[in-house]
């Protein structure tokens, strides 16, 4: 049997949740074509001692889909031995696209490198196939995008026909290929969706076999309430449920009655499941903290909201991921353009400085941001380390990013997004050196069969005969993170290799140029 590749001297962990295992490894024709001892050679021998050869990571919730276009090598993924990322979460995305302009709020990462040319997924997919990113991409379909397109920004329940039309567009972008439909029902954009409108969208997604994945309408005061909304919403619809980052922002004991009220419901045969970021902080833009009319016209209304009393007043009143806790010492600004000495400092220290409440001192860095609110970005101290033991522990429990990929080097080395260069060396790091709260090849599974399943990739997340050859291999005992807080964009350190359908990306821990990854476009039911 001629083999492309043969992987040898590691421990194979196969995803499935058993024990590693002393065998090679052989791909050839970009599938996985030998395990065990292979007495042949291949065209490229690879060296695996002292490492675990497993599937390739999945990042179940990712938002990397304009990054990927600007820079598709996705360095900060490959480096942790990412092969797949889900994008199009928390209701942000590049499709459907009906206004540019007020498509650009709502897509992470967006500058002016790339235009947006198209309108619908499928245009979005072959601008991205064309991009040649270096890992696999599956899209869902974001809630804020659709009411962009059809509603724009104005925060009320869509009409009859709107609805209508936005069920149109989401039929249509899961028929050109989305796994699925999200919602980020805490932003501006979607705030005004009611629980009848995204029922009667997540019906669309039952009868297409897809999944729902939702950020939650609130993830503070009203946390629980917010999960049970979403459970009533896939059960009335009969849609299969993701919880986006599953741990509110109100303390351990809510992560731990989320994480019951979830549980409850799977007990029932309710189909749901949950992810959360690895961090102990949320990451966003500042401008999440105003209401959908103040962006609606452009910069110059925008400046004139901004610089208005009475629209400032106006503008308090709006509950938003920003404000929702009301404890601006948890709030932080990171390193940005116009406020360098504001950056790594927390809103009630630097409303203390400017004699200002906090409110206040946010609404004038925006002011100063108008024609590009986006810049700005903030994170949210909220969870600790004995709520990311609890949540990771629950075996349903998916790690993701909640990050766009990125470089040290590049048109994206000047952008920063926590989490980007680190979540899955963490979740290793933590949950499997440091803590052992989990085996090597349960945080594998967690990792790669479990997303697979998730989004229905028979042919993925795992290592055996016939599988697409999307493979890691890395130092377990040095596989970690490098990235801290106000130094995120540091590449993770131990992987060793990285092949995406067959072809090395990462070799030898140094990247090889190529880029093969596939956009995967979902045909049929489940």
Sequence with gaps: MGLD???????????????PVQADLGIAAGRVAAIGRIEGRGELELDGAGCLVTPGFIDIHSHSDFTLLVDPRAVSAVKQGVTLEVIGNCGFGCAPIGDPALAKDNIYGVTDDVPLNWTSLAGYFDRLEAACPAINVVALVPNGQLRRAVVGVADRPAGADEVAAMKRLLAQGLEEGAFGYSTGLEYPAETGAGEEEVTALCRVVAEAGGLYATHTRDRDRHALAAIEEALRTADRAGVRLQVSHIAPRSGDAMAERAIEIVEHARSRGQDVGFDMHTRRFGTTMLSA????????????????HLGSAESRKRMRQFHSIISGTGDWSALVLLDNRLFPQYARRDFADIARERGQDPFDAAFDILLAYRDRPREPMVIIHSYSEAMQRAVFQQDRCLPGSDATTLAPDGPLA???????????AWFFRFMVRETGLLTAEAAIRRLTLLPAQTLGLPDRGILAIGAQADVAVFDPAHFGERATIFEPNQLAQGMRHVIVNGTPTLQDGELTGARSGHVLRRTGRR
């Design 5 to 19: 590749i043969v992987i040898r001297g590691g421990g194979l962990v196969d995803g499935s949740g058993a024990a």
């Design 414 to 424: 000047a952008q920063a997004f926590h989490g980007a260069y680190s979540w899955a």
């Design 289 to 304: 903290m105003l209401p959908p009319w103040a962006l609606a016209d452009g910069p110059q209304a925008l400046a004139h």
